[in-house]
């Protein structure tokens, strides 16, 4: 049976995910803010489910909360990073840039650096980061969460890099990208090739089984990916 974190389990697509790796007979330590969430988790799933409160944004708590699921659970082969924050801020309000920074980029790089060095130390596990399509390019109604998310893809891809150095060959490294999700973290209203969060949720834990070092969720988002990358900055200007 295997060994699972989630950070940000309370909504959304980490607590989707939650719910199918109870399924698949995973032990798995859920976090997030909101307590009663998580305890309404660990009722159905007593034996399961480990809960931990935690808001990620407060850098110093992540650790704590990791290191004390890495001493009751004592290997990890699983760490998922879903806790995330997305703001419509067309006017670079500096209250919504800072909480993006500080859950999207501080408290994410916090996880991720904990976990790597974990699977080094393990000779094992695989860290999965739920980035977004976002990564790709800029963005002027959302600039700090399309930067965040950017910041995430190059972080992401670096520790992959550092694999090499671990001699097992056993430490994986995924960056999902999902395009537009039925979540409350979806930007704004309307938004096309919306995917249902049933839907979304599987897909990823397919990409999570097969060690996908990217994943577009849904697929077609990897051709919106390739004719961003493509597009000069001046022709985004004019349509996004």
């Given at each position: ?8 389990a ?23 803010r ?6 309404a ?6 034996n ?21 699921i ?5 290997t990890i082969d ?15 309000e ?7 920074i ?12 904990l ?6 130390k ?14 790709i ?6 600039p ?25 060959k056993k430490v ?16 704004g ?17 397919s990409?999570?089984l ?28 004019k349509?996004?």
């Amino acid at each position: 049976m295997k060994n699972v974190i989630v950070f940000g389990a309370t909504s959304g697509i980490g607590k989707s995910l939650t719910e199918i790796l109870i399924k698949k007979k995973c032990n798995v330590a859920i976090t997030g803010r909101r307590l009663e969430k998580l305890e309404a988790i660990k009722k159905l799933y007593p034996n399961q489910v480990l809960i931990k409160q935690n808001d990620i944004q407060h850098i110093s708590e992540v650790e704590k909360v990791f290191n004390e699921i890495v001493s009751e659970f004592k290997t990890i082969d699983l760490v998922i990073q879903s806790s995330g924050v997305a703001f419509v801020n067309p006017t670079l309000e500096w209250e919504l840039q800072e909480k993006t920074i500080n859950t999207n980029v501080l408290g994410c790089t916090k996880l991720y650096a904990l976990a790597y060095n974990l699977f080094k130390k393990q000779q094992f596990g695989h860290l999965v980061g739920i980035s977004s399509i976002a990564a790709i390019r800029g963005n002027r109604s959302a600039p700090d969460y399309f930067a965040s998310k950017s910041y995430q893809k190059s972080y992401l891809e670096s520790l992959y890099i550092k694999t090499k150095s671990i001699k097992s060959k056993k430490v994986f490294i995924t960056e999902i990208r999902p395009g537009f999700v039925d979540t409350a973290m979806n930007l704004g209203d309307g938004a096309f090739w919306m995917i249902p969060l049933e839907k979304a949720s599987k897909q990823i834990y397919s990409a999570i089984l097969k060690k996908k070092r990217v994943a577009y969720i849904s697929k077609r988002w990897q051709i919106i990916a390739v004719i961003l990358k493509m597009m000069p900055a001046w022709i985004l200007k004019k349509i996004i």
